[in-house]
């Protein structure tokens, strides 16, 4: 077996602490590879990364537009959200709309991802629901298509309900693989997980950014969720944290999306580029600063990385290790290669 | 550079994930190799694995006796706690025992390390003091020793302070090795953070599970040590978390302590044996479990193990992924082997 690549040193003082090895790859809407790290072949459970691209059915179906959906609410569709006030209020608003409840969802409950919502929660003696599921938004995005499809939406996260498959089916066209149902694994919120190579992942997101390679009804679906994404990036996780910052700092360039267990997909649209990081031990924590540094490297050069775009994906990139006084103790930093 | 083996493989259904690899070592108190994976000469920080070593002054200078310090007391000073309310109460008695007061801690401040204890304080509408720190007791046991010698502990936190400098000490004996006060590095709490090899770190906990190789009075001060963190392990981390668990369950048989980025370290008394975990990537899962697995083979080898110990760390050493609806969705399992 290959061994991956070291992606991401982290330091106390000068010393080497720890290290992360990864794989990361850059292709076209046709699949071409534009530049790759370790094994892009292998398969990766692009887990949350791909919601972008699981949206695809709640739009190209007619629901969001019969339901007048606002383009937060798909982005919220398309998000990891940090179980703020705002992003519960969304996925209600959704549920309004579409005529179902949150004893729809199968996505399971969860404490707030983001520790500070989960504790203000906790402080107005509130308990979570399945609204504060980070997974909330896309669930209702997927009631949505049910509901205009008139299905029956009971059962809808298994891998052979007419809505995965559906959702299954976009994923396929837009990744360039074939999905077998049977062979789903499941995810955190109970829909099928499907792997894919590493490749698929970045070709799917270079699809997803230019609408190249797919047919009219999806190229016009994906424009539709890229804008929703780009002018919602609060939506896509939350205040301060990774998807959020830097789909809002790169406004129009570039957006992000990231996945469990150190998976973090992009786009480029103006380059039609798609990117896909996979951390070999899961951190999330070295795949974004590994997709940070990738895409600077790649705005950098092409020269199209605005002042704000730079600040934002070098902060992240490269990093300060602070104790609990707010000393640096260390730093982390990414030694990616822009060729392979 | 030697790449470390891969020692715990987490997969989803039957698929591989993510995988962590690392480096391990089991040692008697004379540095003797018994167990070794991966580069053990290489250096580790080991953080707060080796807080019983770091109390030792507090014992040995006479200060426990003298402020007439509890078990629980010395315990606390040995873990990375939870944050909960007996821990804080811990802590403030011994700062009211030795007359001192939490503005002489200069651990910082953080919300508890647990995130049930930290929404708790959230909900009685409290904010963390720095005896919520993690390292609090820790840092009391430092102030211990500095008042029984009357020093000025105004920041005691520093290398060169002769609080820290008795600290240094007590690690390069208990280790065998030589540290510089000048190449230190700081951790977490603001204490230096010194970088060895992983087989010293097994050798100072082969040594404090013993007391072999040491001094008389070092001898008397780990057993002591020894006792109060068998005694109450619930001070080494808190309810539910694996050095608590661990040592709890494996009473008389085992103790373990955890340190931060993928460091776990590990006494078994009756063989003599110190152990020692470092995962590359720093994950804490994976250090846990890898521990977890070792002391698994090597107590039932030596028949010493007893059924609870059994159950409590085969549980550590393999474990299932449950989704938020509480479906297993996958499993992680160590591959640590027992031959080099």
Same mark, same amino acid.
């Given at each position: 077996?290959?061994?991956?690549?070291?992606?991401?040193?982290?330091?106390?003082?000068?010393?080497?602490?720890? +290290?992360?090895?990864?794989?990361?790859?850059?292709?076209?809407?046709?699949?071409?590879?534009?530049?790759?790290?370790? $094994?892009?072949?292998?398969?990766?459970?692009?887990?949350?990364?791909?919601?972008?691209?699981?949206?695809?059915?709640?739009?190209?179906?007619?629901?969001?537009?019969? +339901?007048?959906?606002?383009?937060?609410?798909?982005?919220?569709?398309?998000?990891?959200?940090?179980?703020?006030?705002?992003?519960?209020?969304?996925? /209600?608003?959704?549920?309004?709309?579409?005529?179902?409840?949150?004893?729809?969802?199968?996505?399971?409950?969860?404490?707030?991802? $983001?520790?500070?919502?989960?504790?203000?929660?906790?402080?107005?003696?509130?308990?979570?629901?399945?609204?504060?599921?980070?997974?909330?938004?896309?669930?209702?995005?997927?009631?949505?298509?049910?509901?205009?499809?008139?299905?029956?939406?009971?059962?809808?996260?298994?891998?052979?309900?007419?809505?995965?498959?559906?959702?299954?089916?976009?994923?396929?066209?837009?990744?360039?693989?074939?999905? $077998?149902?049977?062979?789903?694994?499941?995810?955190?919120?109970?829909?099928?997980?499907?792997?894919?190579?590493?490749?698929?992942?970045?070709?799917? +997101?270079?699809?997803?950014?230019?609408?190249?390679?797919?047919?009219?009804?999806?190229?016009?679906?994906?424009?539709?969720?890229?804008?929703?994404?780009?002018?919602?990036?609060?939506?896509?996780?939350?205040?301060?944290?990774?998807?959020?910052?830097?789909?809002?700092?790169?406004?129009?360039?570039?957006?992000?999306?990231?996945?469990?267990?150190?998976?973090?997909?992009?786009?480029?649209?103006?380059?039609?580029?798609?990117?896909?990081?996979?951390?070999? $031990?899961?951190?999330?924590?070295?795949?974004?600063?590994?997709?940070?540094?990738?895409?600077? /490297?790649?705005?950098?050069?092409?020269?199209?990385?605005?002042?704000?775009?730079?600040?934002?994906?070098?902060?992240?990139?490269?990093?300060?290790?602070?104790?609990?006084?707010?000393?640096?103790?260390?730093?982390?930093?990414?030694?990616?290669?822009?060729?392979?």
């Amino acid at each position: 077996m290959d061994v991956s690549p070291r992606l991401l040193v982290v330091r106390r003082g000068q010393e080497e602490e720890s +290290f992360h090895r990864g794989r990361a790859v850059v292709a076209t809407a046709t699949g071409e590879t534009v530049l790759s790290i370790g $094994d892009i072949e292998a398969p990766v459970f692009p887990r949350s990364a791909i919601k972008p691209i699981q949206a695809i059915p709640l739009v190209a179906s007619g629901a969001a537009k019969k +339901f007048g959906l606002s383009d937060a609410e798909i982005a919220l569709a398309c998000g990891s959200h940090a179980g703020s006030p705002l992003h519960v209020a969304t996925a /209600q608003s959704v549920l309004r709309k579409i005529g179902l409840s949150q004893n729809d969802l199968e996505c399971g409950v969860h404490w707030p991802l $983001d520790s500070g919502e989960s504790r203000a929660l906790a402080a107005r003696g509130e308990e979570p629901t399945v609204l504060h599921n980070n997974c909330s938004g896309k669930h209702c995005g997927f009631l949505a298509f049910g509901a205009v499809r008139g299905l029956d939406v009971a059962g809808y996260t298994n891998a052979s309900h007419p809505i995965m498959r559906e959702v299954t089916k976009a994923i396929s066209l837009m990744a360039g693989v074939e999905l $077998d149902e049977s062979q789903a694994c499941i995810d955190g919120c109970a829909i099928p997980a499907f792997s894919m190579p590493l490749v698929s992942v970045a070709t799917g +997101f270079a699809r997803l950014g230019t609408g190249e390679c797919l047919s009219p009804v999806l190229a016009s679906s994906v424009a539709r969720i890229r804008a929703a994404i780009v002018h919602n990036p609060l939506m896509l996780s939350g205040e301060g944290r990774f998807d959020t910052c830097v789909t809002a700092e790169c406004r129009g360039e570039v957006f992000v999306k990231s996945g469990a267990e150190g998976v973090v997909a992009a786009s480029i649209p103006a380059l039609s580029y798609g990117l896909a990081v996979k951390i070999d $031990d899961g951190a999330q924590r070295a795949a974004t600063a590994v997709m940070a540094n990738l895409l600077l /490297q790649i705005l950098q050069k092409d020269g199209i990385a605005t002042a704000n775009a730079i600040e934002a994906l070098t902060g992240h990139a490269r990093f300060q290790l602070k104790n609990w006084n707010g000393t640096v103790v260390g730093a982390a930093e990414t030694v990616t290669r822009t060729s392979s």
